[in-house]
């Protein structure tokens, strides 16, 4: 059994215009240790499959339809009381801007302690032990523990939210874009630390990025999100390499390769559809150059084009 | 690879102790409230009102109640009746120094339930929003619209006038623009990431409300707070010259109401009159001041360079 199996997922928000399918039946598999990356442009999806796993939608949004099975637990029908106990126990979040993830006016370590208080009912000074290990885990001096957030730089900050993340010890993590707006560097150190405590303590994790060589440089699969659909699912090497749908191409084209020649980079043309009115078939036809008639009509399913790799497209999916 | 001890302080170099950090933000913030004039003029007239109130019944121990002989009915200062006597032959300056501890601690603790009541129903009504909020809020409009002075004068004679009936009173009168001030700064600070974090990480509402929003609204609450007692040691002095005080313990409005009731205006016995006035005067202006130097204080925006 996967530790995690999302099935079909819908998740629609009821906006005054209409109803937004911001995620419209992805379906993916996570096995125990693995690692998948969520990735797409702003807007296609990520956050919300991520926030619908964890049950954290706004007001706005619900599930729809669709399972999310959690060691063979549907998280989409279980109430939200149960999910507040398996939250952070099971599933941890590593929040997009750690920069405001953290109350100013509360010492990093309480902040920290509060979640073990909460989950694992231990006292303060366990608690504080347990912190202290955790600030040594990702690498935080901990005299820190007894600063406040604004005495941390941005680097550390984030640090802290992956010791929060990691604080109940639980076994799927899902980092929200957590190195943007960190510098390459700084980026560069968190990645490895995620990847290095990932490794040590065989946790699963759900990466959501827009970032290419993040997701090459720490996940095992990954999924091509568009407009609330998954258009590609393979290994990062696939992906990377043997991609086949024509989004992904663009995609992988649009960022520089650091071995080639030196030209302009190649840019999508068009924008991401409108999910209130979105177009019929593909939705990815308006902007791409191969589409056929067939995709202005019925829209394509997944299929494995190899083992492992799945593609929804008319014209390149039934190729090869 | 990235070095990792990049971001670990080398030994060589002594992190700053506790206390030394401590010691160094009381400084600066004594350094700031320092140079705000207007602030340290408030602070004197607290301080000086503040002894006045705790230790000046001690060293002059004169019954201000006791009644003196008919010859020593409203008589003008002089050595033995330092601010002379009023229409019942009492020494004014013992009135004036056990008034000081009715009035302001009338004053503080009718503030204290008004920051309570107020910060409950902002911070309930912030936070939860939606029909709770509706509903608060209306209540709160309420308190607002309803003219204070009429509504506390029903109140307290419904009540009786005693001590502890007038801080009631004005504790549960004038808490609606606290609620409304605190409301609107839990709206600011529930939109913040941290609060996300908090609800993610599994805690309820009552939790987050008490743990995180709390500490954020804290500062405004307290700057609050100060311009409040100005305001509840007015509305004291205004119940009780209007008749509502507690006869037994006399305060500053309670000299003012006896004053005005026999005429002292009148046949010119400005000694019974004025200090109580000035009393009150310098009171609340001097918590009007001080509570706008903490509001410079824990607002840096306002702050002059």
Redesign the interface.
């Known amino acids: 059994m996967s530790l995690l199996e999302v099935r079909d997922l819908k998740t629609y928000f009821h906006a005054k215009e209409g109803i937004v399918k911001a995620v419209d039946g992805v379906t993916f598999t996570l096995e125990e240790g693995e690692a998948i990356a969520l990735v797409g442009e702003s807007g296609c999806g990520k956050t919300t499959t991520a926030l619908s796993i964890?049950k954290?939608l706004p007001k706005e949004g619900h599930i729809a339809g669709g399972d999310v099975l959690f060691n063979g637990v549907d998280l989409a029908k279980i109430s939200h009381e149960k999910m507040?106990?398996t939250?952070?126990n099971d599933i941890s979040?590593v929040?997009q801007?750690a920069m405001?993830?953290?109350?100013?006016?509360?010492k990093v370590g309480d902040q920290i302690a509060?979640?073990i208080m909460?989950?694992k009912g231990s006292n303060y000074k366990e608690a504080m032990q347990k912190v202290k290990k955790l600030f040594e885990l990702v690498?935080?001096?901990s005299?820190r523990m007894?600063q406040y957030p604004h005495e941390f730089?941005g680097?550390?900050k984030q640090r802290a939210m992956i010791a929060?993340a990691l604080a109940c010890d639980p076994k799927l993590i899902i980092g929200d874009e957590p190195t943007t707006a960190l510098d390459v560097?700084v980026q560069?150190?968190i990645l490895?630390l995620l990847e290095k405590l990932r490794k040590e303590m065989n946790m699963s994790m759900i990466l959501i990025t827009h970032d290419l060589s993040v997701m090459g440089e720490t996940c095992d699969k990954a999924a091509i999100m568009y407009a609330g659909k998954i258009v590609e699912l393979g290994s990062v090497e696939d992906i990377l390499e043997k991609h086949v749908h024509p989004y992904t191409e663009k995609l992988v084209h649009s960022y520089p390769d650091i071995y080639g020649n030196r030209e302009m980079i190649s840019s999508i043309p068009g924008s991401p559809p409108n999910l209130l009115n979105p177009p019929t078939g593909c939705l990815f036809h308006p902007r791409c150059e191969f589409a056929i008639d067939e995709c202005k009509l019925t829209e394509p399913v997944l299929r494995e084009i190899s083992s492992n790799h799945f593609v929804a497209c008319h014209v390149r999916g039934g190729l090869i | 690879m990235v070095d990792p001890n990049v971001l670990q302080p080398k030994p060589e170099i002594k992190i700053m102790g506790k206390k030394d950090v401590h010691l160094r933000k009381y400084q600066q913030i004594i350094a700031i409230f320092k140079s705000n004039k207007i602030g340290m003029f408030g602070v004197s007239i607290f301080v000086f009102f503040g002894l006045v109130a705790l230790i000046g019944p001690l060293i002059f121990p004169y019954d201000p109640l006791q009644i003196g002989s008919g010859d020593e009915v409203l008589q003008s200062p002089d050595s033995t009746h330092w601010l002379g006597t009023d229409d019942l032959g009492r020494d004014v300056f013992a009135a004036l120094i056990s008034g000081s501890r009715v009035s302001l601690g009338i004053g503080l603790l009718a503030t204290f339930i008004t920051m309570v009541i107020g910060t409950l129903i902002g911070i309930s009504s912030g936070y939860i929003g939606g029909k709770v909020d509706t509903i608060l809020m209306r209540f709160t409009e309420i308190f607002l619209v309803l003219p204070w002075l009429p509504l506390m004068l029903v109140l307290a004679a419904l009540l009786g006038s005693s001590i502890w009936n007038i801080i009631l009173v004005i504790g549960f009168t004038s808490w609606s623009s606290t609620a409304r001030i605190v409301r609107a700064q839990t709206l600011s600070v529930k939109e913040r990431q941290f609060i996300e974090r908090a609800k993610a990480i599994g805690a309820n509402d009552f939790y987050i409300m008490y743990k995180h929003v709390l500490p954020n609204v804290f500062p405004l609450i307290f700057a609050n707070t100060i311009l409040v007692s100005a305001v509840a040691i007015l509305s004291e002095t205004s119940l009780s010259f209007l008749g509502m005080g507690d006869a037994s313990h006399p305060s500053w409005g309670m000299m003012l109401h006896y004053a005005f009731t026999s005429g002292a205006a009148s046949v010119g016995a400005y000694w019974f009159l004025l200090p109580p006035g000035l009393c009150v005067v310098g009171v609340v202006l001097g918590f009007t001041f001080l509570g706008y130097a903490f509001e410079e204080l824990f607002n840096p925006k306002l702050r002059r360079s």
């Open positions: 964890t954290l507040r106990r939250r952070w979040i929040f801007g405001n993830s953290l109350n100013p006016v509360m509060e979640v909460l989950h690498e935080i001096n005299e007894n730089s680097g550390m929060m560097m560069a150190q490895n």
